[in-house]
C-alpha cells in the first residue's frame, strides 16, 4: 500500500556514500552492544515509546503525517535492525484504553533459541498473548 511504498522511496533517496557511512558506523555500534551486553542473556527494551496507534489512527494512507507516525512507532527497532542483532516482540500489556504495548527482546547474534526461550517463558507466566486488545 502508499505506507510501504513511501517507506521504499524514502530507501531509494539514500545515496551510496551515505549508505556506506552508515556501514562505516555500524561495526563500532555492534562492538559496543556487543561489549555492553557480554554478561547478559537478554536486553529488554520497550518496542515502541508510545501506544499502538488504533486502527483509525494507522490508517493514514497517503497524509503528510504517515512518515513522522512511522518514525516515531519504529524508533526503539531500528537501531536494533541497524545493528543486526536478534530481536523479539512480546505482548507486554496494554494500556488504559486497551491498546496492546510490547516489549522487545534483544538478544546475542546467533542466540535467536535463548530469546524463543525467554519469549515462551514470559508467555506461559503471562497471558497478554492470549487477550484481544480494543480496536476502536
Known sequence: GPQ?????QNGLAISGVSYLEAMRWRGPAL??????????DAVIAPVAPV????????????SPDAESVIQRLT?????????GVPSLAVPAGFTAKGLP???QLIGR?????????????????????DKIPNPA
Open 4 to 8: 510501504v511504498l513511501m517507506r521504499l
Open 31 to 40: 562492538a559496543a552492544h556487543i561489549a555492553a551486553t557480554a554478561d547478559v
Open 51 to 62: 501506544a499502538a496507534p488504533t486502527i483509525a489512527e494507522s490508517d493514514f494512507g497517503n
Open 75 to 83: 524508533r526503539f527497532t531500528r537501531p536494533i535492525n541497524y545493528l
Open 101 to 103: 504495548v510490547a516489549m
Open 109 to 129: 547474534s546467533f542466540d535467536e533459541a535463548t530469546l524463543l526461550q525467554i519469549g515462551a517463558a514470559f508467555q506461559r507466566a503471562t497471558d497478554f498473548h
